[in-house]
């Protein structure tokens, strides 16, 4: 009985745990992206785009080609939660893009960096010059890195050059927590 009864516990506790996984207990969906080239000497931005796949999938692009080589990038990110219009929340971080790609060195950044590093060209190191791009770009609510509570928020990138802003760009989603 002691081993009949233990692989039958093992069954099905590789039956719960197998079940555990496959629910989906939080939902992630862009609702909106929105890309301003303040400064078009710099940059010139050809796509700029959420795509729905499913109802409950949209995916990201982004095609943009810097003009003139960047030697000193500075990127500043802020997080902003939907509570009777947009207001602070949590990250506002700025980094210095070029030393931050040849050595990551901010946990939040980092977090974010390695969710489409894959899908995007954004490897190289300073100076650059040159296309960049973030392609088919979409997170599961499993994916998302850090625990959040159900709302809406904002993604509020700003990109500088030599310390002058060339792009500006606000990534709007949703997140819903226990679907259960």
């Not at 995916?59 to 003009?67: I, M």
């Not at 971080?93 to 060195?105: A, N, S």
Request: charged share 20%; glycine share 6%; with cysteine.
């Amino acid at each position: 009985m002691g081993t009949a009864f233990r692989i039958i516990c093992l069954i099905l506790a590789f039956h719960i745990v197998f079940e555990q996984s496959t629910i989906n207990a939080s939902r992630f969906k862009f609702t909106n992206i929105v890309c301003d080239s303040v400064d078009e000497s710099w940059i010139s931005v050809h796509k700029c785009r959420l795509k729905a796949i499913r109802r409950d999938k949209t995916t990201l692009s982004f095609n943009g080609t810097l003009r003139k080589t960047a030697r000193n990038i500075r990127v500043h990110g802020q997080i902003f939660k939907r509570a009777s219009g947009f207001k602070p929340w949590l990250y506002n971080i700025t980094i210095d893009g070029c030393r931050f790609l040849q050595r990551p060195y901010n946990a939040p950044v980092i977090l974010v960096y390695n969710l489409f590093k894959q899908i995007s060209n954004l490897n190289f190191t300073c100076p650059y010059e040159g296309p960049v791009y973030v392609m088919g770009f979409h997170l599961s609510g499993e994916g998302v890195p850090v625990p959040l509570p159900s709302g809406e928020y904002l993604i509020s990138i700003k990109w500088y050059i030599d310390k002058v802003l060339i792009l500006s760009t606000g990534i709007y989603f949703s997140f819903e927590e226990n679907l259960s």
